[in-house]
T-cell receptor
Framework: DTAVSQTPKYLVTQMGNDKSIKCEQNLGHDTMYWYKQDSKKFLKIMFS???????INETVPNRFSPKSPDKAHLNLHINSLELGDSAVYFC?????????????FGEGSRLTVL | AQTVTQSQPEMSVQEAETVTLSCTYD???????LFWYKQPPSRQMILVIRQEAYKQQNATENRFSVNFQKAAKSFSLKISDSQLGDAAMYFCAYRSAGLAALIFGKGTTLSVSS
């Protein structure tokens, strides 16, 4: 069983489209995250939710909107896609706001905007 | 704000040899955690080793060990008896005890030759 799963793993789309990436964790963790890994492999936090409450919201364009229907799911919706949105997006989870454990990552979703 | 610096973009090592990857960080906090993650070409993020700042003893996981110098804010990773499967990008990461997200360095690409 995959602990943190993301779908889709690959996504190719045109500029201006809207797309979503879904994430689910079966670890019973309280906190979930979205990270963006750019073409230079730099990993940057975008959002974090704890028990469905947004606790971290970094400087991210308003076109990006996370949604957490329950603490096991965190989805990322992106409106009006731009070329610069091309990246690998990682979902992750941790227990108790991450105080005691590491982050468990999904396999990443590679988004290519043409 | 906390920052993590990895000054070696690339490193190489021969099989069975030892290599050390460097990491420094900047923080004004006393309670935090440090991690090394490995990202092979499959792009999966894999935890290699973890260190709690309040522990003076350096963490060890099989062939992987760290040299944690709290006063110098240094957290290097030593890989002993290097194997071909160790070839990957290695990320140093910091987490404040009060903040859920991991802050990553820019990574070091490790190549292993036979």
């Amino acid at each position: 069983d995959t602990a943190v799963s993301q779908t889709p793993k690959y996504l190719v789309t045109q500029m201006g489209n809207d797309k979503s990436i879904k994430c689910e964790q079966n670890l019973g963790h309280d906190t979930m995250y979205w990270y963006k890994q750019d073409s230079k492999k730099f990993l940057k936090i975008m959002f974090s939710y704890n028990n469905k409450e947004l606790i971290i919201n970094e400087t991210v364009p308003n076109r990006f909107s996370p949604k957490s229907p329950d603490k096991a799911h965190l989805n990322l919706h992106i409106n009006s896609l731009e070329l610069g949105d091309s990246a690998v997006y990682f979902c992750a989870s941790s227990r108790d706001r991450g105080r005691t454990g590491e982050l468990f990552f999904g396999e990443g979703s590679r988004l290519t905007v043409l | 704000a906390q920052t993590v610096t990895q000054s070696q973009p690339e490193m190489s090592v021969q099989e069975a040899e030892t290599v050390t990857l460097s990491c420094t960080y900047d923080t004004s906090e006393s309670d935090y955690y440090l991690f090394w993650y490995k990202q092979p070409p499959s792009r999966q993020m894999i935890l290699v080793i973890r260190q709690e700042a309040y522990k003076q003893q350096n963490a060890t996981e099989n062939r992987f060990s760290v040299n944690f110098q709290k006063a110098a804010k240094s957290f290097s990773l030593k890989i002993s008896d290097s194997q071909l499967g160790d070839a990957a990008m290695y990320f140093c990461a910091y987490r404040s005890a009060g903040l859920a997200a991991l802050i990553f360095g820019k990574g070091t690409t490790l190549s292993v030759s036979s």
